[in-house]
C-alpha cells in the first residue's frame, strides 16, 4: 500500500469515528447581561495581548524559568484525542522555522504577496522584524492561512525567508494597517494601567527590550497597532541531540568499519537475467549492515524514542540490522577506472526500491557511478502507521517521532562508511573487474537525493564525515511552511481536521511542527553545509536543483534554505530571486542553485499549493522531472566528480517543454 492510499483510507475511518456532535469547546450563554469587566481579564497561562489563547505565537510569554511553558491543550480534547504543550516544553525556546502568527480585527493583509520579500525591507512596511541583537530586519512576506478560512478574526501569517536567527530575540512590529489596536496591547504602549492577565509583570521587557528595539529601526512606539518578542533557541542546543547521536554511534563501531552480511548477489550479464536486474546494471547486491542503535523499544503508539543518560548523552544498546542495496552498473567494470559511490536518498515516507528506477540506473550506466541505497529509517514507508496514530490519538506528541529519523540520518553515514572499508575489502570475485581491481573507487562516495532524499539530505550532507559533495534534488526546508504548501500534506489536513475539529487546528499543528522539529529541520543544518562547518565536520559543496512549480516543495523552501546556505544562483537563470546572488558559470562555490522551467504556468493561487496544469503529465506536477533531465544530470555528475558548476543549457536558462521522456 502506498502512503496516499494509506493516509486516504485512515481520513475514512476518522469520518466515521469523530463523526456526531460532540463539540466540547463552546460555551454556555447565560444571557447575562455585558456589564464590563469585573476583574482580572484574560486566562492564566495564555498571552492575552490577543483576544485568542495562543496569539500572537511565538511570544516570549510562552517562556518559563526552564524553557518553553504553553497552556497544557494547545488544541481542546476531543473524544480519543488530546493534543497537549509537554512534548514542545522540552526546547529552551521556539525554532528558527517558527511561523509568525498574529489577528488584528479588520486588518487587512498588506502586499505585495507571498514570497516577495523585498519590500518588507522598506521603512514604512507595515510589519517589522528585527533580530534584537543587530537591529536588523528580517526579510519576509505576510499572508492569510487558506487552511483556517474559517477563523475569526483572520489569521495572519508573518513568513520570513531566511532562518531566524539563532540564539536571539526577535521582535515583531505592527502598523498601518487600518485597525485598532488591542486594549491590552495600548495599555502597554500609551503606559496606562490594565487589568489583562499578566500584562502588567511583562511591561518591563516592552520598555526595555520590544520599543526599544523598534524604535531604534525607526518605527515610533505610537504607530504601532501590536509589538511583542520572542526568543530562538541556540544553535547548540538545536544541532547538539543529532550531533551526540552521530558521535556515540561512530564510536561504538569496530576500528575496522562496519560489520555486513550479504543476503544475495544478482549477476545481470543479459543471459536468463533475474528479475532484479535492469540492462544498465551489472551486480546488485542486498545485504544488511550492523548499526550501533541509540533507540529504545516502541510505546503503546509505536514510537521509539532515544535513549539518554543522565548526563545527557545517547546510550548505545546493542546493534540493529539494516537493508541496503548497492548497484554496480556495466561501466564499473568496462570502463577506464572504478566507479565513485552515488547513495541515493528516498522520497516522503519512501523506501529504498526507488533507487531502482530506469532513470538513476540508466544514468549510473551512461555517467559511472555506482548506487547505494537504503531506508531512511523513521521517514520511511514502515513508520506510517505510527505517525497516523500519534495524529489521531496524542497529536502534541508528533515532536518525539523524530528521534527515530536521527538514527535514520545516522544509519545512511554508516553505510557510507561501509562502501569505504570493510565492503571494499570483500574478497568476492564478482567485485572486481578482469584486472582484479573493485569495481568502485572507495574514496569517493557522493550523495544525492530528491524529495525528503534532498530536504533531509541537507542534514546528512551537514553532518558526513565521508561524502564532500552532494545534490539536493528538489529540497525544501522549514517544515512548517514546507507542508503547507505541499499537495502531499492534503491528507494530513484531512486527518487533523477530523480529529480535532478546530478551526485553526492545522495552524496550531504547524507552529507547534516549528519548534518541535527544530532539531531535525533542514533550516537548522543549511547554514552548516558550507563554510561554516558543524563540529568533528569538514565543510561541503551542494548543489541545489529545482524544478519551477514543484506541486510537492514549493519553490520557496527551496529557496529559503539555499539562502541559509548562502547559495549562488547560477545565471542565465529562469529568474532572479531574492537573496540569492548571481554567479555566472562556470564557477567552483561553496552551494549553488540552479532552476529548471518545463513550461508549466505560473501557479495563479500562491497561497495554496501550485495548481499544475491538468493537460500535462501527472497534472502538471514537476517534482519527478527534473531528475529525468540529461542536461540537469550532466551537470550534476561534473559537479560531483569536480566541484565545478557549469552550463549544459547551452547559453540560455535552462527552459523545456514538458515532461522528459
Not at 456532535?21 to 492564566?44: I, K
Not at 503529465?617 to 531528475?627: A, K
Request: hydrophobic share 40%; glycine share 10%.
Amino acid at each position: 500500500m502506498n502512503r496516499h492510499h494509506f493516509l486516504f483510507g485512515l481520513v475514512l475511518v476518522l469520518a466515521a469515528a469523530c463523526g456526531g456532535d460532540d463539540d466540547t469547546t463552546g460555551t454556555d450563554d447565560m444571557g447575562t447581561e455585558d456589564l464590563g469587566p469585573t476583574g482580572p481579564r484574560g486566562t492564566e497561562g495564555c498571552d492575552n495581548l490577543l483576544p485568542d489563547c495562543l496569539y500572537p505565537f511565538p511570544s516570549r510569554a510562552y517562556i518559563g524559568p526552564d524553557g518553553i511553558d504553553l497552556p497544557t491543550n494547545l488544541l481542546p480534547p476531543r473524544p480519543r484525542a488530546t493534543f497537549e504543550s509537554a512534548a514542545l516544553e522540552e526546547n529552551e525556546a521556539f525554532g528558527a522555522a517558527t511561523p509568525i502568527v498574529f489577528q488584528l480585527p479588520g486588518a487587512e493583509i498588506p502586499g505585495p504577496g507571498p514570497f516577495d520579500s523585498e519590500a518588507s525591507l522598506a521603512d514604512d512596511y507595515p510589519t517589522v522584524v528585527l533580530d534584537a541583537t543587530t537591529g536588523e530586519r528580517i526579510p519576509h512576506w505576510v499572508e492569510s492561512d487558506f487552511l483556517a478560512d474559517d477563523k475569526e478574526p483572520q489569521l495572519i501569517i508573518i513568513r520570513p525567508a531566511i532562518p531566524l536567527p539563532r540564539g536571539t530575540e526577535i521582535v515583531v512590529g505592527v502598523r498601518r494597517l487600518d485597525a485598532e489596536a488591542p486594549e491590552a496591547f495600548a495599555a502597554l504602549r500609551d503606559d496606562t494601567e490594565t487589568d489583562w492577565i499578566g500584562i502588567e509583570e511583562r511591561r518591563p521587557h516592552f520598555e526595555d527590550v520590544v520599543f526599544p528595539t523598534l524604535e531604534m529601526a525607526g518605527v515610533s512606539r505610537e504607530s504601532l497597532l501590536l509589538a511583542w518578542s520572542f526568543p530562538v533557541q541556540s544553535a547548540e542546543f538545536a544541532q547538539a541531540p543529532i550531533l551526540a547521536v552521530r558521535d556515540a554511534i561512530f564510536d561504538a563501531l569496530p576500528a575496522e568499519g562496519p560489520s555486513y552480511t550479504i543476503n544475495d548477489v544478482f549477476e545481470c550479464d543479459g543471459v536468463d537475467d533475474p528479475g532484479e536486474c535492469h540492462p544498465s546494471i551489472r551486480i546488485i547486491v542486498d545485504g544488511t549492515v550492523s548499526v550501533p542503535s541509540v533507540m529504545g523499544e516502541p510505546d503503546e503508539l509505536g514510537v521509539r524514542r532515544i535513549n539518554w543518560d543522565d548526563a545527557g548523552d545517547p546510550i548505545v544498546d546493542g546493534f540493529e540490522e539494516h537493508p541496503f542495496r548497492f548497484q554496480l552498473p556495466h561501466s564499473a567494470f568496462t570502463g577506464d577506472a572504478p566507479v565513485p559511490v552515488m547513495q541515493y536518498g528516498h522520497g516522503f515516507l519512501g523506501r529504498l526500491a526507488e533507487a531502482n528506477n530506469g532513470w538513476i540506473r540508466e544514468m549510473a550506466d551512461r555517467l559511472g557511478f555506482a548506487i547505494l541505497a537504503c531506508n531512511m529509517q523513521g521517514m520511511d514507508e514502515l513508520i506510517q502507521n505510527v505517525w497516523g496514530e500519534v495524529l489521531v490519538q496524542e497529536g502534541g506528541r508528533f515532536p518525539h517521532i523524530k528521534e527515530l529519523p536521527y538514527q535514520g540520518v545516522i544509519n545512511q553515514l554508516v553505510q557510507q562508511k561501509l562502501v569505504k572499508t570493510t565492503l571494499a575489502t570483500d574478497d568476492d570475485a564478482r567485485f572486481r573487474r578482469t584486472d582484479g581491481e573493485l569495481a568502485w573507487d572507495p574514496t569517493t562516495v557522493w550523495y544525492y537525493g530528491n524529495s525528503q532524499g534532498g530536504s533531509v539530505g541537507t542534514v546528512v550532507m551537514a553532518l558526513t564525515e565521508d561524502v564532500e559533495r552532494g545534490v539536493l534534488g528538489v529540497p525544501g526546508s522549514g517544515y512548517p511552511f514546507l507542508l503547507h504548501r505541499s499537495v502531499d500534506f492534503s491528507p494530513f489536513v484531512g486527518i487533523l481536521n477530523l480529529t480535532y475539529a478546530q478551526d485553526d487546528a492545522i495552524t496550531v499543528f504547524l507552529m507547534a511542527l516549528g519548534t518541535g522539529w527544530d532539531t531535525f529541520d533542514p533550516l537548522t543544518f543549511a547554514p552548516h553545509l558550507t563554510d561554516d562547518p558543524l563540529p568533528g565536520t569538514p565543510p561541503h559543496q551542494v548543489l541545489y536543483h529545482v524544478a519551477k512549480e514543484d506541486r510537492e516543495v514549493v519553490n520557496e523552501a527551496s529557496f529559503i534554505s539555499a539562502r541559509a546556505a548562502g547559495a549562488s544562483l547560477m545565471v542565465p537563470a529562469v529568474r532572479p530571486v531574492f537573496g540569492l546572488p548571481e554567479q555566472t558559470y562556470p564557477a567552483t562555490i561553496g552551494a549553488a542553485v540552479v532552476e529548471v522551467d518545463f513550461g508549466i504556468p505560473d501557479d495563479p493561487t500562491p497561497l495554496d499549493p501550485p495548481d499544475g496544469d491538468p493537460e500535462q503529465p501527472d497534472e502538471g506536477n514537476t517534482h519527478g522531472w527534473l531528475r529525468r533531465y540529461i542536461p540537469a544530470q550532466d551537470q550534476m555528475v561534473h559537479f560531483l566528480r569536480t566541484g565545478e558548476m557549469i552550463d549544459t543549457c547551452g547559453g540560455v536558462a535552462c527552459v523545456t517543454d514538458g515532461k522528459p521522456e
